[in-house]
């Protein structure tokens, strides 16, 4: 039994070119990190919230999320280059009122309907 699981992983794992080429290149890892940005106003979209944090990075993904209270305040997961993470997690950089978390998904969410 142990050994088909190896197999199954060694399958899932993928690989990594090692050559040297002149014809492709590979693209730079660039470290992700997630934030969970809450208490912003109902009327608040993802473009108002991308042009706010343009002010330190243009590299970057906001996805609105539901809220249960849509009418009370909207809350956003944003995606950006980690060398931002620090700056993004002062409170100083954000206005009053504002929430900013570290992004975390449950785990039951992660499981895709089909």
């Known amino acids: 039994m142990l050994d088909a699981r190896n197999e199954v992983e060694k399958r899932l794992k993928p690989i990594v070119g090692s050559s040297q080429s002149n014809v492709l290149k590979s693209a730079p890892k660039v470290p992700l990190t997630q934030i969970h940005v ?10 108002d919230v991308r042009s706010f944090l343009s002010q330190i990075t243009s590299d970057m993904e906001c996805d609105k999320l539901s809220s249960r209270r849509a009418d009370v305040y909207s809350p ?9 993470y620090d700056e993004v997690m002062d409170s100083a ?3 009053g009122g504002i929430t900013v978390n570290k992004f975390f998904m449950k785990r039951a969410s992660l499981i895709k309907e089909k």
Do not use: N, V
């Open 93 to 95: 950089f954000w206005p």
């Open 76 to 84: 956003f997961k944003i995606t950006l280059p980690k060398e931002f």
């Open 38 to 47: 809450s208490r912003l106003h109902p009327d608040t979209d993802a473009s």
